[in-house]
């Protein structure tokens, strides 16, 4: 019962985020990843803290489990390495800026001419060509372009303080599933016609794609004060008996939802409060009504007995915690939901698991994470490393061992 | 004109009825009058509920040693041959309306009593609740044993009642005591939205509970089953049972009615 991804070996140039993660998806489905860098620092990320310098805790993050090969692509013999190494590739995944890889003729172009059957996915903010391809992309500046900053700014409205950037990159993490899912389009595309091709892939057209009010963005509709998406991003935080914060997944400015909420309430009365009676009126009188809300919540001793009865309404409840103290729930233990990697000083680690698990097919955590061209003798098509390492075109790191 | 003991305050169909006789809410019969005639006033002006609290540093200190001075008891209830401080007990339990106390402070000896002749308390985190007064070479007289064996069986009633202590409102709530326990700065919200929950249900259905579940508690199994049968015929006949059915049948979701207590 191998993995579902078992035999399909993956050239990765990728760096930083969205690329890493594509092919640490592919890597975790059992796929065999090769990550090419250059010599010096290799992926940058591979260095700020926390973690060892040249292997720390964000690159093990992305990158355990893929074998590294450090190659110096300014040398015409280490081109031609990189290309010998493609022609086994069923898979490459690359995240420069769109024409870098051609300018060292590993494109899709020359490299599907070895290797007609390669799947070759191209990552970038803007796509391959068109008139925004020479731009970088860092999830913020692609966050602002094409539209979520302002809504964010727009959602958090006055309470936002100071706005900036969220805590996460979701233009680079997004992207790189799309990417892991056009790579596996691909190659069932393969499996029947038996050709490959050149996946282009977007950040800016993906953040379009998983935004699920880009209806509404797009097309600017009149909504009479109903909040948008069924008010799923307006679920109010409340306190709750024990100091603990809840989180309840309703808005109650939307009609929809502020019946139901008023059921399960027993408050009823607040239907027709004139104060709340219309969905306008609601967002006026918000903080009136979210007292009553959190009044109720207060009648409770126990979260499960909240939760419980909020299934009268066909609704459930969260509870506010860090990743941390969710890491040690029962749940996280049952599922596999952190696992741990070893760094390159011997600390273990905490990582996240696998989102999946599948019936007929067993996965393996990533075991290792390679420093800098750890891999370049068992992975490089050349009898002659020695010479190649003398004359800077590869460069091979010891493990040092602490 | 002297202050009031007993207040009463509207929240659409709930009755807040406050205590203020100062300095501690001691029980004597012009207390106990007062909250007579102001729970009888509530149901009288429509009241569906009522929320029951004191505006005093305490909920209610005891009873004030008068009462149990010759003649002075006979005084609860203006007079009225049979009333007296167990006649006062009664009126609430025998009230339609469900009836909520909010404990703050103390709530001790006779003040627990009153608590106890509610049918739901929300407690304050820093309350002190206790049958205190054996601490005097008394029991407690104002039906607070009984209600207490209902409550948590003969063991822990005779424990609470024999030793006298004070009592934290989480060990009461862990007990079965009391219903809720909330922050001292929640307790006026919360007890407010609980009873108010109340006070917008099916008043005539909710009536009827509180008949059942008081037989049955002085009475056992079959004296409940017997009040249920009596009370069939009104709950069934209501109006709020034909909106509750006609919520269901339409919505789904039988707590989408709007009930109007009758």
């Given at each position: 019962m191998g993995s579902p991804l078992q035999g399909i070996r993956v050239i990765d140039f990728t760096r930083v985020l969205a690329g890493p993660h594509c092919t640490k998806v592919l890597r975790d489905l059992g796929a065999e990843v090769l990550k090419v860098e250059p010599p010096g620092i290799g992926d940058l990320t591979r260095y700020p803290p926390p973690g060892p310098l040249g292997c720390s805790h964000y690159f093990t993050q992305q990158n355990a489990g893929k074998k590294a090969v450090c190659v110096d692509l300014n040398f015409a013999e280490g081109r031609t390495l990189i290309r010998e190494l493609c022609r086994s590739a069923d898979v490459v995944v690359e995240n420069f800026r769109p024409g870098t890889l051609k300018h060292f003729e590993l494109d899709y172009e020359r490299v599907s001419q070895d290797n007609p059957r390669v799947i070759y996915a191209s990552i970038s903010?803007?796509?391959?060509?068109?008139?925004?391809?020479?731009r970088g992309a860092f999830a913020p500046t692609v966050h602002a372009e094409m539209g979520m900053l302002r809504t964010l700014i727009n959602h958090y409205g006055s309470t936002a303080g100071s706005p900036q950037s969220d805590a996460f990159s979701h233009a680079d993490v997004y992207t790189g599933l799309e990417a892991a899912i056009g790579v596996l389009a691909a190659l069932q595309h393969r499996h029947t016609t038996g050709k490959g091709q050149h996946v282009d892939v977007a950040m800016a057209a993906t953040m379009l794609s998983v935004n699920e009010r880009a209806h509404v963005d797009l097309n600017e509709p009149e909504m009479d004060g109903e909040p948008v998406a069924l008010g799923a991003t307006e679920a109010p935080i409340l306190r709750f008996h024990g100091g603990g914060s809840i989180v309840i997944p309703?808005?109650?400015?939307l009609t929809l939802t502020f019946h139901r909420l008023a059921a399960v309430m027993r408050r009823n009365d607040l239907l027709r409060d004139p104060r709340f009676a219309s969905a306008k009126l609601r967002r006026k009188n918000i903080a009136e009504l979210m007292q009553e809300i959190q009044s109720w919540v207060l009648t409770f001793q126990t979260f499960e007995d909240f939760e419980v009865q909020m299934t009268e309404a066909g609704l459930a409840a969260g509870r506010v915690r860090s990743m941390a103290e969710f890491s040690q729930s029962k749940w996280a233990e049952e599922w596999g939901a952190t696992t741990t990697v070893v760094d390159t000083e011997g600390a273990e680690i905490k990582v996240p698991g696998f989102p999946w698990r599948f019936s007929d097919c067993a996965l393996e955590p990533a075991q290792f994470v390679a420093v800098l061209g750890e891999h370049n003798a068992e992975v490089?098509?050349?009898?002659d490393i020695e010479r190649l390492e003398a004359a800077g075109i590869v460069s091979t790191r010891r493990r040092v061992r602490s | 004109m002297a202050e009031p003991l007993v207040t009463t305050e509207w929240d659409g169909k709930l009755a807040v009825i406050a205590m203020q006789r100062?300095?501690?809410?001691?029980?004597n019969a012009g207390l106990m009058t007062g909250l007579m005639e102001a729970i009888q006033g509530a149901e009288r002006d429509g009241a569906r509920a009522i929320l029951l609290r004191s505006?005093?540093?305490?909920?209610s200190a005891g009873a004030d040693l008068s009462l149990f001075e010759p003649g002075d008891g006979a005084g609860v209830g203006g007079g009225v041959k049979g009333a007296g401080p167990m006649g006062f007990l009664e009126s609430l339990e025998n009230c339609p309306l469900p009836i909520v106390a909010a404990v703050h402070g103390a709530a001790l000896g006779g003040g627990l009593e009153v608590a106890l002749a509610c049918d739901l308390i929300v407690v304050a985190r820093s309350a002190r609740l206790g049958a205190v007064e054996a601490t005097i070479g008394l029991a407690p007289l104002m039906g607070c044993v009984p209600r207490l064996v209902a409550r948590v069986g003969p063991a822990k009633a005779k424990e609470i009642a024999m030793f006298g202590r004070r009592y934290d409102a989480e060990t009461f709530e862990r007990m079965g005591v009391v219903n809720l326990v909330v922050d001292d700065d929640d307790l006026e919200r919360v007890s407010l939205s609980y009873a108010k929950q109340l006070a917008v249900g099916p008043t005539i259905a909710i009536g009827a509970i509180k008949k059942i579940a008081n037989a049955a508690s002085r009475e056992g199994t079959t004296a409940g089953d017997v009040k249920q049968g009596d009370a069939l015929g009104a709950v069934m006949s209501s109006k709020d049972m034909r909106r509750g059915i006609k919520a269901f049948a339409t919505t789904g979701a039988g707590a989408s009615a709007a009930f109007e207590g009758n």
């Open positions: 903010g803007y796509g391959q060509r068109t008139s925004m391809s020479h309703v808005s109650p400015v490089l098509p050349t009898d | 100062a300095p501690h809410n001691l029980l505006k005093l540093k305490h909920f």
